[in-house]
């Protein structure tokens, strides 16, 4: 999640607004000012009436007036501007996980630059942060965030066309690897894992990591190692510092949910932001303000500088306990000492990082989910002993209940997030949602408190299984499970579970429906579901 903020603030940042001031309009084509307030520039506050922040999103968020960006020009899939602009400003509001690798400032320059090589020979080649590739993978995962979908026809196989495209344009520049490109297959691989096809989600997780480690873009000047080079470095340097330790948590996230070892290192570069009063994009965090898009235009502060800087530690920490994870997994008897230790400085360290963002943070999506991800961490540390009821952890508490605790956390937090926003906003939930299911599946006859916990967690999973595949396809696992170990159903989770079997959607094409006198024109108002989940298919 970055600031709007940033759109009003980018333009001051970039050494050459010109092309950015003469592309970015109001729909009425009026040119904006590059000082204008982030209300005046996004959207024409007088003509919005706030919905509120309590209300889950009932319109499209559309009917904003916001300035519009000159995306089409990127993509064959849409020359509507407006539409491409709102999904635009849904990926930056809402995403936590693979928005982090891209910085926005130079994106945005990029995006909105002349299509033209610099004239200057002391600027940096034009368009080495901007891609029709990468742009067509952000609009693919930005659909997932579009409450239009539920209810316009088109817009189901919006993202499958973004990706599909993405997908194009992968096949054609595979000899070309690239910034962008990089940021591309991470972000292809968000919208295949959640919303495409297992064995591309794959394929594309294998290249990223290929390519990260072959790549050489983060690669600092070793003059940059000292912090107070930092200060100095020039702003490529500190873009890329920030995009090298996003992709180092990116791997963070991957890693912990799949319980496996990081395979990204520890950026060579110093922490962003470390030891400079300012954030990367060069401006005081604490005056970024961010809202939640179209929920709400009611500004509050992002915590931008707080946010990313948590997110830096916690994925250090991450990879120091992911290996902990895997000597437990591979030893006949996991180091219990090591793990406690560990598991006390995960807790220490989650509450130092989430008192950054005080009471007015509590809310934001980026303090939701980076307490979701150190809950996710300590049930995988604990994961080994929770069968070993003689041991004690933090507080002198088993290791089966303190997972109890984390499982609850989460559920907790993500139905709160759910009463505020909704729960189109977050691909991540889905995997949030299956370890904390994990944990109280075996636990579910005559405990009525594991019981409602996996209650909550399998409505969770349902309302994101109407839109997201993978979600169904978590709810299909536990099915499967339940059916095999021959576990007590709650009562109410019957209901939800029942959905597991509808999967992925498949669309028919080029198909000419037959009457009994000849061809018959049939107009199909919903989506054809199949229900199978042996095979996922792509659209």
């Known amino acids: 999640m970055l600031p709007q903020m940033q759109l009003t603030q980018t333009m001051d940042y970039l050494p050459d607004c010109g092309p950015i001031k003469d592309a970015c309009q109001r729909p009425a084509s009026t040119p904006i000012s590059p000082l204008a307030n982030i209300h005046d520039r996004l959207f024409c506050k007088s003509q919005v009436q706030d919905p509120g922040l309590d209300t889950p999103p009932t319109t499209s968020g559309r009917e904003l007036p916001m300035a519009t960006l000159p995306i089409s020009r990127w993509t064959r899939v849409s020359i509507d501007d407006e539409m491409l602009t709102h999904l635009f400003t849904l990926f930056w509001t809402w995403d936590n996980t693979v928005a982090k690798i891209i910085h926005w400032g130079l994106f945005v320059g990029d995006m909105c ?3 033209h090589p610099s004239i200057d020979a002391q600027e940096p080649p034009r368009h080495q942060f901007c891609s029709e ?81 072959t790549c050489g873009f983060f690669q600092p000047d070793p003059r940059l190692y000292q912090v107070e080079a930092v200060k100095k470095a020039t702003r490529i340097h500190k873009a890329t510092a920030l995009i090298a330790w996003g992709f180092y948590g990116l791997d963070a996230k991957i890693s912990f949910t799949y319980s496996c070892s ?13 030891g400079d009063e300012t954030s990367n994009t060069g401006f005081d965090s604490l005056n970024d303000l961010w809202f939640p898009y179209p929920v709400s235009i009611q500004p509050r502060l992002s915590y931008h500088k707080e946010a990313i800087d948590a997110e830096c530690e916690f994925a250090e920490f991450a990879e120091q306990a992911l290996l902990i994870v895997e000597e437990a997994r591979t030893s006949p008897v996991p180091d219990y000492v090591k793990t406690k ?41 604990l994961e080994p002993f ?12 088993t290791s089966q209940s303190l997972s109890f605790l984390h499982s609850d956390s989460i559920i907790s937090a993500l139905w709160n997030y759910r009463t505020a926003f909704g729960m189109r906003h977050e691909y991540w939930m889905i995997h949030a949602c299956q370890i904390a299911a994990m944990v109280v599946l075996p636990h579910l006859s005559g405990a009525t408190t594991q019981a409602e916990m996996f209650r909550r967690t399998c409505e969770l999973l349902h309302d994101m299984g109407k ?24 009562i109410g989770v019957s209901r939800f579970i029942a959905m597991a079997g509808k999967a992925d959607r498949v669309h028919i094409n080029n198909v000419r429906i037959l009457g009994v006198d000849g061809p018959l024109d049939v107009a199909f108002d919903r989506e054809i579901l199949k229900m199978n989940y042996e095979d996922r298919r792509s659209f």
């Not at 495209?165 to 595979?174: G, N």
């Not at 950026?267 to 470390?274: G, Q, T």
């Not at 069968?387 to 004690?392: A, D, H, I, N, T």
């Open 341 to 381: 230790t560990i598991y006390n400085r995960l807790i220490t360290r989650k509450s130092a990082l989430l008192g950054r963002f005080n009471d007015n943070g509590n809310s934001l999506p980026a303090k939701v989910f980076l307490q979701i991800s150190f809950d996710m961490l300590a049930i995988k540390l």
């Open 133 to 213: 590739f990468l742009i067509n993978a952000m609009l693919a995962v930005a659909t997932i965030y579009d409450v239009e979908r539920t209810s316009s026809p088109n817009s189901a196989t919006q993202g499958r066309l973004f990706a599909d495209e993405a997908l194009r344009l992968l096949e054609t520049k595979q000899h070309l690897p690239t910034l962008p490109y990089l940021q591309g297959v991470a972000i292809l691989w968000a919208y295949e894992e959640t919303l495409g096809n297992a064995t591309t989600a794959a394929a594309l997780l294998a290249q990223l990591f290929e390519l990260h480690a």
């Open 386 to 397: 929770t069968r070993l009821s003689f041991l004690e952890f933090d507080g002198g508490q």
């Open 262 to 274: 990081m395979r990204i290192k520890k950026p060579m570069f110093p922490k962003p932001y470390w």
């Open 113 to 115: 630059a002349e299509i």
């Open 467 to 490: 839109r997201l595949p993978l979600a169904n396809h978590v709810l299909s696992t536990l099915k499967a499970v339940i059916a095999r170990e021959g576990i007590e159903m709650p």
